[in-house]
């Protein structure tokens, strides 16, 4: 009884940053729901984690909770240094998930990032810009 209440409690008190340092998630949001998906994608975003570094393992710059229709975006993109298209592009990513979620490939596999999730991947306006980009700072990300 009392991890029910405190969950629920948990709960009404959950709420979204958007605004960081340098780039607001939901105006960037905004954008990216109007320019590739008509502005029919209903999701929240938030950042998470810690903007340090330090940590020995990699970090997921990005994520997507179907259930709670949540994007979470890591705060190290909360960054000057970091191109405005590249955040746009891993909100991108992560809006993707929700629109083309997982399938079941052969033997019952899951899916993630099927051929339809990567064709419309790369239908991002700066998609080649951004994979050069991360492939040239990969540094920034890593412990
Ligand atoms: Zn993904």
Known sequence: MFSLIASLFKKKKTFF???????????IYR??????FD???NLSITWSGHPGRGAQYKRRLGSFDPKARLIKIHRLLDNA?????FINFIVYHEMLHCAYPPKKGKKGR???????FKKHEKQFREYHLAQEWIKNNRHLFLG
């Open 17 to 27: 940053t958007t605004q960081g340092k340098v780039f607001d998630l939901q105006e």
């Open 31 to 36: 954008q990216v729901n109007d320019e590739y």
């Open 39 to 41: 502005a029919k994608l």
């Open 81 to 85: 240094s970091i191109p405005g298209y």
């Open 110 to 116: 899951r899916l993630i990032h099927h051929a339809v």
